[in-house]
């Protein structure tokens, strides 16, 4: 069985301290298998007399991560890089983290991973990790789309220079943060302890056949939920949980979906939820971010005695209650 | 690539996802793949009977999509399933157009 190499997304807007994390990762041993794909070596900030030069793109860190930069095409850049690491001219790295650049959308960068005809066999999808700057955060959310859109797929959330930021203006991100994005756990990265391991490895894929990690991912879900966020009508984006009683025939929301997202979908920011799906017997995870959606995921067990289905969408500008009652119609229940 | 009809391979939609470990796939033998397929047919021309189009299997790798006049476009999977239904009936397919709604919603509802 071929093992799909895990791919992560470091995304946040100019200066919100995507290259200081990265920094801080790559300093942990945990991170010795992993490769980096990172825009210049000269951001980063390395020490360059640890470090053991592979070309004039790629460098060995002393943790034993490879460290390269894209040059052009970044589906090039990973299939050079997968090109090597099969030749053992690399070390066999058994993850891989991209840092985009601040303006950028992520969702070409993971349509590329799952989509490209080479790269859907070798790789898969990580975690999205969104940082975000304290001091700044709450203006570029407001003036920039491409950082409320970097927020609202991010399954992981770090909020940097919170010991410069003043505590009423953090507090009014974090609000937002929590209605553009309800469910996605948040690190505080000037006060904590960052864990590279939950931060990077507890995807919806790696829980499949661990009943701990479902139960941490439904109870981020079930959180999500209850946190009703505040419905501000000055605001596109938000999030919003349906949860039905009740078997759900599979094929038929995979038509509902995938129409929904042919549609409309530039304006599903993010589908996250969990199924009780008609004929089997443990519930199915999907997880969507625009007009792609992961391999569903088919859980060991359930979290607890609710054998209901919930599913939480962000979308921009589409009405839930529109949404609510199409998904009721495919599926043929009462609105 | 398909040497009859020279497509390039599948392009991994998720409803119809390679079985690996952890993934929820009815994709796995031949009987369930094709009792999938038979199932999906019969969904989608629920919805695609509002548009007066009709969808069949072809070999078991494709689907015709056809409209009432005849005009028929094969099909990989869903995604090409709404874009071509788009394309023959020239304007968009909303699931979330009321019309639609009304069409699928039980009549007692």
């Not at chain 1, 990762?25 to 592979?54: C, K, M």
Request: aromatic share 6%; proline share 5%.
């Amino acid at each position: 069985m071929v093992e799909f190499t895990p791919v992560n997304l470091i995304t946040g807007f100019l200066g919100a301290g995507k290259t200081t994390l990265l920094k801080r990762l790559l300093a942990e041993p945990a991170l010795g298998d992993t490769a980096v794909l990172i825009n210049e070596f000269g951001e980063i900030g390395l020490d360059h007399h640890l470090l053991e030069r592979i070309d004039e793109t790629m460098v060995l860190l002393p943790s034993g991560c490879v460290c390269c930069t894209v040059r052009g095409e970044l589906s090039a850049a990973i299939k050079a890089l997968h090109s090597r690491r099969e030749r053992g001219e690399v070390p066999a790295f058994r993850r891989l983290v991209v840092e985009s650049t601040g303006l950028a959308d992520p969702f070409p960068i993971l349509s590329t991973v799952q989509n490209d005809a080479v790269l859907r066999h070798h790789f898969r999808l990580g975690n999205v990790i969104a940082a975000v700057d304290a001091v700044n955060g709450a203006g570029q959310l407001a003036r920039h789309p491409e950082s409320a859109k970097q927020v609202a797929v991010a399954d992981r959330l770090v909020l940097t220079k919170t010991d410069i930021g003043e505590p009423e203006a953090v507090a009014g991100l974090l609000n937002d943060l929590r209605r553009l994005n309800p469910s996605a756990p948040l690190w505080r990265a000037a006060e904590e302890p960052i864990d590279a391991d939950s931060l990077l490895s507890h995807d919806v894929f790696a829980l499949a056949g661990r009943s701990d990690r479902a139960l941490q991912w439904f109870a981020e879900e079930l959180a999500a939920g209850r946190r009703r966020p505040v419905d501000r009508h000055d605001t596109r984006i938000r999030a919003f949980s349906l949860v039905f009683e009740g078997e759900v025939d599979w094929t038929m929301f995979g038509i509902w979906l995938t129409m929904l997202l042919n549609r409309h979908g530039e304006k599903v920011l993010r589908v996250k939820g969990i199924l009780n799906v008609m004929g089997a017997s443990m519930p199915v995870a999907v997880h969507g971010v625009q007009h792609l959606v992961h391999p569903p995921v088919h859980m060991a067990a359930w979290p607890d005695e609710d054998r209901r289905s919930r599913l939480v969408f962000i979308v921009d500008g589409l009405d839930p209650a529109a949404i609510e009652r199409s998904l009721a119609a495919f599926l043929g229940r009462p609105a | 690539m398909c040497a009859l009809c020279g497509v390039l391979g599948g392009d991994g939609h998720w409803t119809d996802a390679a079985a690996r470990p952890g993934v929820f796939t009815r994709n796995t033998d031949t009987m369930q793949r094709r009792r999938e397929r038979m199932h999906r047919v019969s969904c989608a021309r629920r919805v695609l009977g509002h548009y007066r189009l009709t969808l069949s299997d072809w070999q078991g790798a494709s689907y015709l999509l056809s409209t009432a006049t005849g005009k028929t476009e094969i099909v990989d999977n869903l995604t090409h399933l709404w874009a071509a239904a788009e394309k023959l009936l020239g304007r968009p397919c909303d699931p979330l157009d009321p019309a639609l709604l009304e069409y699928l919603e039980p009549a007692d509802g």
